[in-house]
């Protein structure tokens, strides 16, 4: 059974961080691509980052270019987020995805994560 389990997530002043992890099962980590997403009440799933299952390709997106770092280790079967100098408008439930190609849409992705909230106070 695959499963991506996420944690790290939590209350933060802005300009705070964090760091989320994501554990996967070993079939899906060692041959998948793994993103994550983020998602606000009322408004669609949003692409955060992503990266391809050797890690030599990574995407995000432009909000958080600069401020966020995905990262893997295929040992531990784990990817993470980490979250630098963070703005109220990064709060939000923060998914982890997983898929055989890497993309920037929510709907291509197989497997999901059940999530973990990130609240940026101002």
């Known amino acids: 059974q695959v499963q991506l389990v996420e944690s790290g997530g939590g209350l933060v002043q802005a300009g705070g961080s964090l760091r989320l992890s994501c554990a996967a099962s070993?079939?899906?980590?060692?041959?998948?691509?793994m993103a994550w997403f983020r998602q606000v009440p009322g408004k669609e799933r949003e692409f955060v980052a992503a990266?391809?299952?050797?890690?030599?390709?990574?995407d995000y997106a432009d909000p958080v270019k600069g401020r966020f770092t995905i990262s893997r280790d295929k040992a531990k079967n784990t990817v993470w987020l980490q979250m630098s100098s963070l703005k109220p408008e990064d709060t939000a439930v923060y998914y982890c995805?997983?898929?055989?190609?890497?993309?920037?849409?929510?709907?291509?992705?197989?497997?999901w994560g059940q999530g973990t909230q990130v609240t940026v106070s101002s």
């Open positions: 995805a997983a898929d055989r190609v890497l993309s920037r849409g929510a709907g291509y992705y197989e497997y």
């Open positions: 070993e079939r899906v980590f060692s041959s998948y691509a």
């Open positions: 990266i391809s299952w050797t890690g030599g390709w990574i």
